[in-house]
């Protein structure tokens, strides 16, 4: 897939020393996909903004054009990206 065309918005909320948030975004980079990342140990406004959305205070959390997916769920986010 082609960046220029990805049509999903993706935002990640992680913090840098989390596996699996790496494990995630390496397989959204391995299969094209940009998103937005915030590292939720940095900023404890985003950090309450996560939590709102997801009910989780465990990270990675995604919002995928507004669809929640706590931790790495690879086949919820294959399903959200169309992702064969």
Not at 64 to 74: K, R
């Amino acid at each position: 897939m082609n960046t220029s065309e990805q049509k999903n918005k993706i935002v990640i909320y992680s913090t840098e020393y989390c596996v699996h948030c790496h494990h995630l975004k390496d397989y959204l980079k391995e299969k094209g996909f940009t998103y937005e990342e915030i590292d939720v140990s940095k900023d404890a406004a985003q950090a309450q903004i996560m939590i709102d959305k997801s009910g989780q205070r465990g990270v990675p959390v995604s919002d995928i054009d507004g669809h929640i997916v706590i931790g790495f769920d690879q086949d919820k986010v294959d399903e959200l990206l169309n992702i064969k």
